[in-house]
C-alpha cells in the first residue's frame, strides 16, 4: 500500500511517501520551509538523491496544492491513501481515525487545547481532500499513544470546575515514543510487552515517556507541549506560583508570561541560543551560563529518568532520540552519569560512536549493564505511514466461536509457599479438575490480607508453581488497599506484596497481579483461527444489550492448551456475563467474534 504523509506544522511542511509491505520504505521526502512572500525553500530526498533549492510558494497551502506536480516529476504515482499528522486528539480521538466531516469537526473543536498546531493540520487535511478526493484521509495523533495514561498521571489537583473545563495532562510526541519503544523492542529482540522503556525525546521539543509493557503510563509533557524538560525555547517544569510572581514584580500579563515560557525560555533563555550545538560548543569554552544550561538540561531529563522507572516499577531499556538524543554523546553520558545505581551504565566508547544510518538502534550500555541503553533515530512520518495503512487494512473476523471462562480471584502457589501456610510437606488436595489438562482447583483455600481489608476463602490453583501468583481483579485490588498492576500470568518482577494467611501460618509474598484477559489455544485450533502466539485480538462477547468488545487480548498458543478466554469478574461483570458460584472455572459462554487486524 503506497501512503503520501503530511506533517504540517505552522511554518513548514514535512512530506513523506511510504511503501507499506512487508517492511516499510520511504520512497520521497521532503520539506518546504522559510515561506516568505515569492519563495520559500525546499528538501527533496528521492532515489538515494538529495536536492535542495527554492519554490515560488508563498505559503503552506501554495505548497500543498502544487504537490501532484512535484510528486509527478519525481515519478511517484498510485498513492491509495494520506496519512496526517495532528497534534492534539484530546480525549476523543485515542487511536487512528479516518477524516470524515464528522471527525474534522471534531477535531476543530480541540482547537483551544492547540491553537498553533491543529489549525496548520487541519488546513492539510482540507487541501489534501480536495486535491486527492478519492484517497481516504487518516488522521494519527500526537496524543492517542498516551491515552492509556491512568487518572493518577494524568489528573492536576486543581478545582473540580477546572477539571471539568477540560484542564488535564494529555502528553506529546505520542508517533514519536511509540516507534523508538517498538523499534528498541526488536533490537532487544523480546516482545514489547514483556519491557518496561523509557523513551527520552530530545529535540527543539523534548519529551520523556515510560512506555511500560507497550503502553505509555505517563509522561513528561502535560495539558500543553510546555510541561516537563528544558527545551529549545520552552521551560519545562515551573512553580505555577510564578505567574503571580512575574505579574505583581513585572508588570507582565497572562498572555507574556505564557508567551515566554514557550518562546523565551529553556536554552534561550538561559543562554541566548536555543541550539544545543551552540550552547556545547559555548560551554566547551568555558561560558558558564552555557554549562548551567546543560547541567540543568541534563538533571532534568535524569530526574523524569529516575521517576519513570519507580513509575513502573523496573527498567529494562531507555532509548534516546530526536536531533540531540541522537546526536550529542556528551548529553547522553550526562543524563546518564549518576544511575548506576539502577543498573544503567553506558560503555563510553559505543556512546561516542553511534551510527544511525538505515533506522539502525544501537546498543551503548556497558557490557553486563542491566539496564539497555538505545540510540535510535525517530520516525514518525513512518509510523503515520503505518497507522494509516493498518486503520485501512480490512478487519478479518473468525469464523465461529471459542468458550470464556471467568476466573474469579486464586492463587497460585510455590512450595515454600504451601508449606509455609500448611505446614512442612504438605500436599494440596485436588478437588475440582480444571479444563486447562493438568490444572485443578483445590480443596484448601486461603485468606488474603491487605492494609486495607482481607479477602476470605480464596481458591488456590494446582499444580505448584516456582513462584508464588495471586490474581485478584480490580475491584479485589480497592478491597485488599493495594495497585495491583495488569499482567501477563508469570511475568512477576516489581509486583507488589500482599498477605497469605493459611491454617499454620503466614506468608507475605510479591506477585500481586490483575491478570491480563488471554485466550489459551493449540497450534492446531490456532492455525484454524488465523491466531499466532503474542498476536493481540479484539473479542466481542456476551449479548447484545450489554456485550462488549475486549480489546487487546493475548493469544497464548501451547501444545496441549484447550482453547478458552479467560477474563476476570470484573470483565465478567461489564459484559453482564453472569458467574455461578465460586471458583476459577465457571462457566462455558462464546465469544461472538474475534476480530484481528491483517
Ligand atoms: P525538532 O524537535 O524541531 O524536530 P530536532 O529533533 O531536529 O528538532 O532537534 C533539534 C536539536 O538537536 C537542536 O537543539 C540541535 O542543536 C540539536 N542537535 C542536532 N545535532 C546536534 C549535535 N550534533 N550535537 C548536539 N545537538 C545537536
Not at 487512528?96 to 473543536?109: G, K, N, S
Request: overall charge negative; charged content about 20%; proline content about 4%.
Amino acid at each position: 500500500m503506497k501512503i503520501l504523509v503530511l506533517n504540517c506544522g505552522s511554518s513548514s511542511l514535512k512530506v513523506g511517501v511510504f511503501e507499506i509491505a512487508e517492511n516499510a520504505t520511504e520512497i520521497f521526502k521532503a520539506t518546504y520551509e522559510k515561506f516568505e512572500a515569492g519563495c520559500c525553500s525546499y528538501k527533496i530526498t528521492n532515489n538515494g538523491a538529495t536536492e535542495t533549492g527554492q519554490e515560488p510558494f508563498d505559503n503552506i497551502a501554495a505548497a500543498l496544492v502544487a504537490l501532484p506536480q512535484i510528486l509527478d516529476r519525481y515519478g511517484v504515482a498510485q498513492l491509495q491513501a494520506v496519512g496526517h499528522r495532528i497534534v492534539h486528539g484530546g480525549e476523543k480521538f485515542r487511536s487512528t481515525a479516518v477524516l470524515d466531516e464528522a471527525t474534522i469537526a471534531a477535531i476543530e473543536a480541540l482547537t483551544a487545547l492547540a491553537p498553533l498546531h491543529n489549525p496548520a493540520n487541519l488546513l492539510a487535511v482540507r487541501i489534501a481532500k480536495e486535491v486527492w478526493s478519492s484517497l481516504p484521509q487518516v488522521g494519527v495523533f500526537d496524543t492517542a499513544f498516551h491515552s492509556t495514561n491512568p487518572a493518577r498521571a494524568t489528573t492536576y489537583a486543581v478545582p473540580k470546575a477546572w477539571r471539568d473545563a477540560g484542564l488535564r495532562r494529555f502528553g506529546f510526541h505520542g508517533t514519536s515514543h511509540k516507534y523508538v519503544a517498538v523499534r528498541a523492542a526488536e533490537e532487544i529482540g523480546a516482545p514489547i510487552r514483556d519491557l518496561q522503556i523509557i523513551s527520552v525525546h530530545l529535540g527543539n521539543g523534548a519529551s520523556v515517556c515510560a512506555i511500560n509493557r507497550g503502553e505509555s503510563i505517563d509522561t513528561s509533557m502535560g495539558m500543553t507541549p510546555l510541561e516537563g524538560l528544558v527545551m529549545g525555547t520552552r521551560s519545562g517544569d515551573v512553580d505555577p506560583g510564578l505567574f503571580g510572581f512575574v505579574s505583581r514584580q513585572l508588570g507582565l500579563s497572562i498572555a507574556e508570561v505564557e508567551a515566554a515560557l514557550y518562546s523565551q525560555s529553556g536554552l534561550l533563555g538561559l543562554t541566548d541560543s536555543s541550539d544545543m550545538r551552540d550552547v556545547e560548543a559555548r560551554a566547551s569554552k568555558g561560558d558558564i551560563e552555557a554549562q548551567l544550561a546543560i547541567e540543568l538540561f541534563a538533571y532534568r531529563a535524569r530526574k523524569y529518568i529516575g521517576a519513570y522507572a519507580a513509575a513502573m516499577g523496573g527498567l529494562d531499556a531507555v532509548v534516546f532520540t530526536g536531533g540531540i538524543g541522537e546526536n550529542s554523546p556528551s548529553m547522553r553520558r550526562r543524563i546518564c552519569d549518576g544511575l548506576e545505581f539502577m543498573g544503567l551504565r553506558l560503555d563510553h566508547d559505543r556512546n561516542q560512536c553511534v551510527e544511525l544510518a538505515d533506522h539502525a538502534a544501537p546498543q551503548i550500555q556497558a557490557y553486563g549493564a542491566r539496564v539497555r541503553v538505545i540510540v535510535t533515530e525517530t520516525a514518525e512520518q513512518l509510523m503515520i505511514a503505518r497507522e494509516t495503512a493498518a486503520e485501512l487494512t480490512p478487519k478479518v473476523t473468525v469464523p465461529g466461536s471459542i468458550p470464556v471462562a471467568v476466573s474469579a480471584r486464586h492463587v497460585h502457589l510455590s512450595r515454600t509457599a504451601v508449606e509455609t501456610l500448611f505446614g512442612a510437606g504438605y500436599q494440596l488436595m485436588p478437588a475440582v479438575p480444571l479444563r486447562q489438562p493438568g490444572q485443578w482447583a483445590a480443596s484448601e483455600r486461603v485468606t488474603l490480607q491487605g492494609p486495607k481489608g482481607r479477602l476470605e476463602r480464596v481458591a488456590i490453583l494446582g499444580p505448584e508453581r516456582l513462584k508464588t501468583q495471586v490474581e485478584i481483579s480490580r475491584t479485589d485490588g480497592f478491597a485488599l488497599g493495594i495497585d495491583a498492576p495488569v499482567r501477563d500470568s508469570g511475568k512477576l518482577d516489581g509486583t507488589p506484596s500482599v498477605q497469605l494467611i493459611g491454617p499454620v501460618g503466614i506468608l507475605n509474598t510479591d506477585g500481586l497481579i490483575v491478570a491480563a484477559r488471554h485466550i489459551h489455544t493449540n497450534p492446531d485450533d490456532a492455525s484454524r483461527l488465523g491466531l499466532s502466539d503474542g498476536m493481540l485480538v479484539d473479542v466481542h462477547i456476551g449479548d447484545e444489550e450489554r456485550g462488549l468488545i475486549f480489546g487487546k487480548t493475548i493469544i497464548r498458543v501451547s501444545a496441549n492448551a484447550v482453547t478458552e478466554m479467560h477474563i476476570d469478574t470484573d470483565e465478567a461483570n461489564a459484559a453482564d456475563i453472569r458467574v455461578s458460584g465460586e471458583g476459577s472455572l465457571v462457566r462455558d459462554l462464546r465469544v461472538v467474534a474475534v476480530t484481528t487486524n491483517g
